[in-house]
């Protein structure tokens, strides 16, 4: 039995756990899903479930591949997208390895990493996989396309790895993205259930050189999309331009939100997608237990190292009129 495992990550979206305990009704503001989804009918087909999915999702990567442009060889596939951070560490990180991840960030880069015996640095110089989370979370920090075409040719130029996350980019600005950009030192990473707000399904997907894409799928368990997500993630796809939308909604509650954090006095980092990082003048998680008891949560951001740092979702206007309205009467 390994006795070096590190400890699981935290995260946000703990709702479901926190109303277990009697906490009521509450608020998520500690999950970073897109509050204004694209609506479209859609209805399982419970008939569906008597067949294993094929496992090589060729209708749904066609579907991916036609609605970005890339070929249906380059896309993977996975059960939410931290399964295909953990297959992509373990089909390209060997023992000894480094990948260098710059903090705050995903927590779950750093254990993969781990899980597949390398090690986490700071420094790029001989780092076989460089993280890069664009927009970063928890800080919200976008890289522009220009940043992070350089970052690609520093990457390749060492012949590294850049392990791109793009998970909130489809809820910040995908003029940045480099989706389009195929590339042997590339493999970009996004969450279909952020934009769509449909977390319960787990769904992610990744875009790299064909070999590479086979090397992750191989390391990929079998089936790990199941039927019903898959008949979603297509119909999703199909859909895909009601994001603009969701865009311009979050982008007015967004600015609604930073004014009246400004006239709290809050500090926060510069926000392009759905979420802001705020520093707090108390101890995190004094103030975090006083808006549960309010019923909002939000994400305590001492497992990202910030011990005076929460990060709250951008939600509807009712919504992030409550967060203000609790805020208000919890800060000292």
């Known amino acids: ?34 509050p204004y989804p694209p609506e479209f009918p859609w209805i399982p087909d419970a008939s569906a479930l008597k067949d294993y999915p094929d496992d090589r999702y060729e209708t749904l990567k066609e579907e991916i591949g036609k ?9 993977a596939v996975g ?8 297959a992509f560490c373990s089909a390209v990180l060997r023992a000894g390895d480094t990948a260098r991840i710059e903090p705050p960030t995903f927590a779950e880069y750093e254990m993969a990493v781990r899980l597949a015996g390398a090690r986490s640095t700071a420094d790029d110089d001989g780092a076989a996989v460089w993280f890069v989370c664009n927009p970063n979370n928890p800080t919200g920090k976008l890289l522009t396309r220009t940043e992070v075409l350089r970052l690609l040719d520093d990457a390749a130029g060492q012949g590294t790895c850049l392990f791109l996350d793009e998970a909130f980019i489809e809820l910040s600005d995908p003029a940045q993205s480099v989706v389009d950009v195929s590339d042997e030192n590339l493999f970009l990473l996004r969450s279909l259930t952020k934009s769509f707000a449909v977390p319960g399904i787990r769904f992610g997907y990744a875009f790299g050189a064909p070999e590479l894409i086979e090397k992750v799928e191989t390391v990929r368990l079998p089936w790990t999309v199941n039927t019903f997500a898959e008949s979603f993630a ?3 796809f199909r859909h895909y331009d009601l994001l603009e939308e969701s865009r ?54 001492r497992s990202f190292g910030l011990p005076r740092h929460i990060r709250v ?9 409550q967060l203000i309205e609790a805020l208000e009467a919890c800060l000292p």
């Open 79 to 86: 059960n939410g997208s931290v399964e295909l951070i953990r």
């Open 1 to 34: 039995m390994r006795d070096n495992l590190p400890e699981r990550a935290e995260h946000g979206g703990r709702v479901r756990w926190h109303r277990t305990r009697e906490r009521g009704d509450l608020l998520d503001f500690s999950a970073n899903v897109n």
């Open 248 to 301: 311009k909604r979050i982008a007015r509650e967004r600015a609604w939100l930073c004014s009246h954090l400004d006239a709290l006095d809050l500090g926060y980092a510069p926000p392009s997608a759905n979420y802001i990082l705020i520093e707090v003048p108390l101890e995190t998680e004094v103030l975090v237990e006083r808006l549960l008891s309010r019923g909002i949560l939000v994400r305590d951001c």
């Open 67 to 75: 609605t970005l442009g890339r070929d249906a060889a380059e896309i």
């Open 313 to 321: 979702a951008v939600r509807t206007h009712e919504e992030n009129r």
């Open 234 to 236: 297509i119909e999703a």
